[in-house]
């Protein structure tokens, strides 16, 4: 069995709950802040057998992959040139990182 | 040495911390969600010589152990007749999981 | 890889976090109460290379070590003398422990 703490984005916690928890992986949120992914990040906790860690390892990924996202440019209004108000950025969300440690006993209550 | 993870229910929480730190184990509560026994779980973080795991888990057992409770039955008032408007139900509480590791080196300083 | 747990005082842990950060160590913070140290601390979750383990144990000792800081007493007022109303007393501050553990895989999504 191995233990794997995941460090995701925030804006990424519910989702991944979810398709975990269909998936019938058992997990317990962290709260957590800063460091990995800089603010506004949730810290995982899942106890995965170890023929099942790979399929945990496409969902962590499948849902949290880097990617961009466009959004309202916001530059302060004193910069902010009348042609380019509304042209949207492009700024990088999502990214994971995990640590997979063995787990040396399971004791279930 | 090992380090234990263990999810427990926030409603055995203070209950299991007081009886660990009368036997001398050290302790440090992490604030965690959903997950493993659902809503309302605590995450302990427990350091312990190999040779005092045994006991660990004899209290965390002791403490923790998966019963059932009375509590008064909650049903829609709609739908909640008057003959059974009182009779409790058996609630599961209790239960934990841990997670035994193995500590490479501790460091105190 | 290791992935260290470390325990730390709340006062110590806003320095902790700038000096890793300027260090080039990943840093994520947990929430946590009570136990190691008593209340009032902070968990740390840190990814290290092998390498680099012996500098993040350095930093951690230069940051955290145990020390005493003078405080103004603070008797109750009934009890205080006159003549020993502004001694400050000597307080215990500081301290640390570390759990290191083997990273058996590490993904970065
Ligand atoms: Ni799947
Ligand atoms: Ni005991
Ligand atoms: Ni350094």
Do not use: W, Y
Request: net charge negative.
């Amino acid at each position: 069995m191995k233990l794997v703490l995941a460090v995701i984005q925030d804006a990424d916690a519910s989702a991944l709950i979810r398709v975990l928890s269909q998936n019938a992986f058992e997990v317990t949120k962290l709260a957590s802040t800063g460091g990995f992914l800089r603010e506004g990040n949730t810290t995982l906790m899942i106890g995965v057998d170890d023929d099942r860690l790979a399929d945990l390892k496409r969902h962590v990924q499948q849902t949290c992959r880097a990617r961009t996202r466009l959004v309202a440019s916001s530059l302060p209004a004193g910069e902010q040139a009348e042609a380019v108000a509304s042209d949207p950025v492009e700024v990088p969300v999502g990214g994971a990182v995990m640590f997979v440690m063995q787990v040396a006993e399971f004791v279930k209550v």
